[in-house]
């Protein structure tokens, strides 16, 4: 029987001496792709803090390829697992090329020059994400959507065996939101790179992962395949709010739009 990818075990983490995840547990497959959905204040982004050791936990365990994330160094952790945050206005005085670089630091030795692997590591990074022709541009001068492509870039310049994605997609527009969506789908179809994404867009979790885990006051409410959660019902007991679903008359698929609100 083979080992999953990550494997929690009722994880129990507090902020501020305020309990936000209680006795949550779930367990992911290699390769395979997760979305964490639920309302503000569930949660979500604490538990992919935790899965990335970010943040301390008290009381529980989360375990990589079968080790306790706990007893492995930072370096070793680096090289396994990449985060990519949400899209802002971060503004950082580097330009792409040397952002991006910076993410081989996990397998750099102390003092030691950058080899030209590192580098061989950090183009092909940036052709994946179809950034390698602003590599010399400085970070700051990019838009909120090609600057998201080059945080894809130095996460994947780890040479990650996870990515994590906190709401990557908020705040770009409809193009850049398709032109992300579309890599990591190349990233987790074509490369074998699991992904666990953070997100308030329902219909991007229903229809984009093989998972969705679905959090309310720091539980988990459901977790399993998205088309089990296409229930308007269970929709509603999530987030307390009415919702419909609509069938998409090209693709066939489902759609989830909010329901009216009744005072």
Known sequence: MSVPAFEIRNLRVLLGGKTILKELSFSLEEGESLCIIGPNGAGKSTLLKAMLRLLPIHGGRIFFE????????????????????QAGNMLIPYTVYAFVLMARYPYQNLLAPLSDKDHVIVHQ??????????AE?????????????????????????????????????????GEVLALI?????????????????LNQGLHEYERVLALKDGRRIFFGPPQELMNCEML???????????????GGKEVVIPGKVTQ
């Open 125 to 134: 990074s940036l052709e994946q994400c179809e950034m390698e022709h602003f």
């Open 185 to 201: 789908r190349k990233l987790r179809d074509e490369e074998g790179v699991a992904v666990v994404s953070v997100t308030h867009d």
């Open 66 to 85: 079968g080790q306790d994330i706990q007893k492995l160094s930072r370096r070793d952790l680096a090289r396994q697992l990449a985060y990519v945050p």
């Open 137 to 177: 541009r400085p970070l700051a001068s990019l838009s909120g959507g090609e600057r998201q492509k080059v945080f894809i870039a130095a996460a994947l310049a780890q040479c990650p065996r996870v990515l994590f994605l906190d709401e990557a997609t908020t705040f770009l527009d409809y193009r850049h939101e």
């Open 236 to 250: 509603t007991s999530i987030y307390d709010s009415p919702f419909r679903l609509l069938s998409d008359p090209e």
